[in-house]
C-alpha cells in the first residue's frame, strides 16, 4: 500500500509533523477546543501522549467528544513555535496534516466528524474505501490473500488461487 495521498476534497494540506527539517524526534501537541459553554480553552497535551500522537497522528481526531476540537497545534522538537496542523471553522475543516491524512480512517470520520467536509462519499471511493478500517486520503488495495473463501457455505479457494496467480 503506498502512502501517497489524494485529496479531491477542498481541505488544504500543510506538512509540519514529519517534515525533514525537524528533528526525528516527538515535539508538544496542544490542543484548541470548544467547551460546553461556548468559549475555547488551549490544552497541552501530557509528555507521555506526545510521544502516541506523534507516532499514529492520526488519532488527534479521535481525543475529544464530536465537535469539541476546533485546532491542533504541534511544536517539532528543537523549535520554539507552534504550528497549527489542523484547523476548522464551524463545520468546515480548513487544513490538516499529511500525517493526519496518511493515518486517518473511515471510521473516525463517520464517528465523530460526519458533519463535516471529512465525510465525503467521493474522497471514500477515490481512494477505494469499503469498510470502516480504511484510509480516508490513502488508496486502500484489497489483496486476495485476505478474502474469505468460503461465501455462504461455498468453496472459493481454487476460483481465488487462480486469480492470485494472474
Same mark, same amino acid.
Given at each position: 500500500m503506498t502512502n501517497s495521498i489524494t485529496?479531491?476534497?477542498d481541505i488544504? *494540506? $500543510?506538512?509540519?509533523?514529519?517534515n525533514d527539517h525537524y528533528e526525528n524526534t516527538p515535539g508538544k501537541f496542544r490542543f484548541i477546543t470548544k467547551c460546553k459553554a461556548g468559549y475555547f480553552t488551549c490544552n497541552d497535551a501530557r509528555d507521555f501522549d506526545d510521544k502516541r500522537l506523534?507516532?499514529?497522528?492520526a488519532s488527534v481526531l479521535g481525543s475529544?467528544?464530536?465537535g469539541a476540537l476546533q485546532a491542533v497545534e504541534y511544536k517539532p522538537a528543537g523549535s520554539d513555535n507552534f504550528? *497549527? $496542523?489542523f484547523?476548522?471553522?464551524g463545520n468546515k475543516v480548513l487544513f490538516m496534516d499529511e500525517a493526519?491524512?496518511?493515518?486517518l480512517e473511515v471510521g473516525t470520520v463517520n464517528q465523530l466528524w460526519y458533519n463535516t467536509n471529512l465525510y465525503n462519499q467521493a474522497q471514500y471511493k477515490a481512494v477505494n474505501s469499503k469498510t470502516w478500517a480504511s484510509k480516508v486520503f490513502v488508496m486502500n488495495e484489497v489483496k486476495i490473500e485476505d478474502l474469505d473463501p468460503?461465501?455462504?457455505g461455498v468453496d472459493f479457494s481454487d476460483s481465488l488461487t487462480q486469480l492470485a496467480a494472474l
Open positions: 485529496n479531491i476534497t488544504r *494540506t $500543510v506538512d509540519i509533523i514529519n506523534y507516532e499514529n497522528p475529544y467528544k464530536k504550528f *497549527t $496542523v484547523a476548522k471553522k493526519i491524512m496518511r493515518g468460503v461465501i455462504a
